[in-house]
């Protein structure tokens, strides 16, 4: 992973939308325990994070809504658009908490390689036809990280979504190979992908190892970042 002379290892942390908001509302309960987290890495292990937040209910709150105003499904850009937004909105909220340990501003340009010696970076949706999976495959190439740790709400990746079928089956080690057979080439607006089919293809020509863990479950996480045993699956 990319490190600094300052910081004794630096991580990206891709943490899933469906962590912060929900059906309903944020997950207040959530947040306070992913803060608390990331402060206690912070303080007693030196750690540095660069933490790319997605957006969520928030996104298909307002995806629905735009559908149900004008009776007709609205175009892909648009859609997008609406996601990135809720992204960089569910952003803002982490650099404001993290404020004391954040880079001031919440990154959402990848053409820009950003230089911030904080042990924070929140980071946001970029533009249509990537989802915030791709913004953690284009940091990990350009701070030449090998591994991107995401957070989602279920505790492996599947062979089909496990919230829908009883019957799916759970990896602990998967090849992208294997994984892009799976999920496919094209992103879609408001995909359930683990990792997103465009961010596979970046991260496997770069690569890159995919840690993909339940977010809900902080002291797991907490074993994948020392390299310990986790309950979880690893894609590459």
């Not at 929140?122 to 915030?132: D, L």
């Not at 080439?185 to 995909?191: E, K, T, Y």
Request: glycine fraction near 8%; charge should be positive.
């Amino acid at each position: 992973m990319p490190n600094s002379s300052k910081y004794k290892e630096t991580f990206i942390l891709k943490l899933g939308g469906s962590l912060i908001y929900p059906n309903g509302g944020l997950d207040i309960q959530f947040i306070k325990n992913f803060y608390n987290f990331i402060r206690k890495q912070v303080a007693e292990k030196n750690r540095r994070f660069f933490i790319i937040i997605g957006g969520g209910h928030l996104s298909r709150t307002y995806r629905d809504a735009g559908a149900k105003i004008t009776e007709h499904e609205l175009i892909e850009d648009d859609l997008d658009w609406l996601g990135i937004h809720a992204t960089r909105l569910n952003a803002h909220l982490f650099r404001t908490i993290f404020r004391d340990l954040a880079h001031p501003v919440v990154t959402d340009n990848y053409d820009i390689i950003l230089k911030t010696d904080k042990p924070i970076m929140i980071a946001a949706g970029w533009k249509p036809g990537w989802s915030t999976d791709y913004g953690a495959a284009i940091l990990a190439q350009d701070y030449n990280s090998k591994v991107i740790v995401k957070l989602g709400n279920v505790s492996h990746v599947c062979d089909k979504d496990p919230k829908e079928f009883k019957d799916a089956k759970k990896f602990e080690k998967i090849s992208w190979n294997e994984y892009r057979a799976i999920v496919g080439s094209r992103w879609n607006p408001g995909d359930h992908s683990p990792f997103d089919p465009v961010a596979a293809k970046i991260s496997a020509n770069l690569n890159v190892k995919v840690i993909y863990v339940c977010g809900n479950d902080l002291e797991n996480v907490g074993k994948a970042l020392d390299g310990k045993k986790f309950v979880g699956t690893v894609i590459g």
